[in-house]
């Protein structure tokens, strides 16, 4: 897909990983933290399965939260399936 744009694949993993670098790191513990956004998104779809009666969270219940849950919905896209 890149090459069809003509962006070097390479270059995009390279500026990738330096992005990554460049974030904060959590060291010296045992316990797995979540940034505050990826907490609310979960904790709001686990609500939204527990109100749909839903045995657990899915992927759909997630997509459903937060600013992003329909991106293509954002732009005005009509998605054909």
């Known amino acids: 897909m890149f090459r069809k ?3 070097s694949p390479d270059a995009v993993v390279q500026d ?3 992005i990554i670098e460049r974030l904060p790191k959590v060291t010296g513990t045992s ?6 956004a990826t907490k609310s998104v979960l904790e ?3 609500e939204e399965a527990a109100r749909m009666k839903d045995e657990y969270v899915s992927i759909e219940h997630i997509q459903r939260q937060g600013p992003s849950a329909d991106p293509a ?5 009509k998605i054909l399936t």
């Not at 316990?31 to 505050?36: G, K, N, R, T, W």
């Not at 919905?73 to 896209?77: L, T, W």
């Open 5 to 7: 744009l003509g962006v």
């Open 73 to 77: 919905e954002k732009h005005d896209a």
């Open 16 to 18: 990738t990983r330096a």
């Open 44 to 46: 709001a779809a686990f």
């Open 31 to 36: 316990e797995v933290y979540l940034a505050d």
